[in-house]
């Protein structure tokens, strides 16, 4: 069995749109906030946790709607049509009022802003979970975990196009003076946007490559865990499923907590404790999105040996360690060296050990008409721990400390080490393979 790894990539640009735009959305809106309209770091937390308090109804909603959608041109693609369309058309306004405001400021504009953002938020949850629920449609499960790493290389090239015109573009320093206008920056990720749109249209045969996916699934019932429940006639995971299923959304959850805090506020952060221009702030997290980049295919690769679990559990453990690390660093210098750079790539690493296998293992345990379903749920848990976490890290860091961030997300990635160790279910069947085969992913 082998991965058609072009088709796989085709499926990966809705991914890597809604990465590059949520790259900026985290980077961007923060200092819109906070350096233009003058909001607080806790109010700002929670305005930036509102896209997670829709996300934890939206998503679900969406996704279990795209499974029963019966449209020509698939279940998944009409979401990611509309949701894209309406997404640009709002996105670009943002700047606008971040602009205006900036000239003659008036509190109906920070309103505008305020309203403007919710819609656009809106726009985007209504085809998160269809776009990522498209690559378990079309992919056997054995392979997810490979497939996976390359929707996720697909969605860390979206961010590092983003990070890379950042830093290009963007050089000036806090307290230069001048107001940075982000309209350029708003446009460029627009077009990324609909050039990703073209090709799911054009070249993604949604229908075609689903129908397949339903003959394998019944030529091969055994990579079913859900079993037929004689009483009711109806289809449910055995017990201790559900527990593994219960055990590995809390990590989720948790890790979710942790690394969201740093792509949240790191920005601010390396600004007010490092004395960072935006576009070295960004440069930091360009490298960590290069580290993952490197690694996704790896790690798929080494997944398809050792395990989705045990890969997962050497990333958590080397994410917690580098945030820990950095937190180190901070007790004995308050200015930034090339030196962490290394933690970046490390960073990298480890989010890559974790994101290529966290959602395969969700989806293992559902039957392939309820994958919406499934990406909905991973999405309920991972956006419950970003609505929490920009509200907490933003009071510490307001009323604690800046300092407070990186222990912060080590001790819940820490958790996460815990929970995980408690799944028992979702892991992929270790196949060894030899030779040049191991190396095959292509069809």
Known sequence: MKLNTKRTV????????????????????PLMLTNTFHVDETISGAIMAADNVLALFLLPLFGGLSDKCRSKLG???????????????????????????????????????????GLLLISM??????????????????LRSKANAIINLMGAVGGVIYLIITSVLYRTKPGDGEHISYVPLFLIVAGIMLLALFVL???????????????????????????KNENSKTEELPVEVKRSLSFLLVSIALW????????????TY???VWNMSLGDASLCLTIATVGAIASYIPVGNIASKVGRKKTILF????????FFAAFLYTLVSNQFSPLLYVLFVLVGVAWASINVNSLPMVVEMCKGSDVGKFTGL???????????TPIAAGFLLNHVSYKTLFPYAAFFVACAFVTMNLVKHGDNKVEAKKGLEAFDIDD
């Not at 949850?125 to 054995?142: F, G, I």
């Not at 979710?256 to 920005?267: K, L, V």
């Not at 990333?315 to 580098?322: I, M, R």
Request: proline share 7%.
């Open 378 to 388: 991973y999405y309920t848990f991972s956006m419950s721990a970003q609505t929490i």
């Open 256 to 267: 979710f907590i942790g690394y969201n805090a740093i792509t949240t506020w790191f920005t």
């Open 10 to 29: 085709l499926v990966g640009f809705a991914f890597l749109a809604i990465c590059a735009f949520w790259q900026m959305y985290d980077n961007l809106i």
């Open 75 to 117: 279940r998944r693609r009409p979401f990611i049509l509309v949701g894209t369309l309406m997404a640009v058309c709002l996105m670009v306004g943002l700047p606008l009022l971040n602009d205006s405001y900036f000239a003659v400021p008036a509190p109906w504009k920070l309103g505008a802003f305020i309203g403007l953002l």
């Open 201 to 227: 249209l054009f070249f993604v045969n949604e229908p075609k490559l689903c129908a397949e996916q339903a003959e394998y699934e019944k030529a091969h019932p055994e990579e079913n865990l859900v079993q």
């Open 270 to 272: 390396a600004q007010n």
């Open 125 to 142: 949850a209504t085809y998160r979970s269809p776009a990522v629920a498209l690559m378990p449609d079309v992919t056997p499960k054995p």
């Open 315 to 322: 990333g958590v453990a080397l994410l917690a360690s580098t």
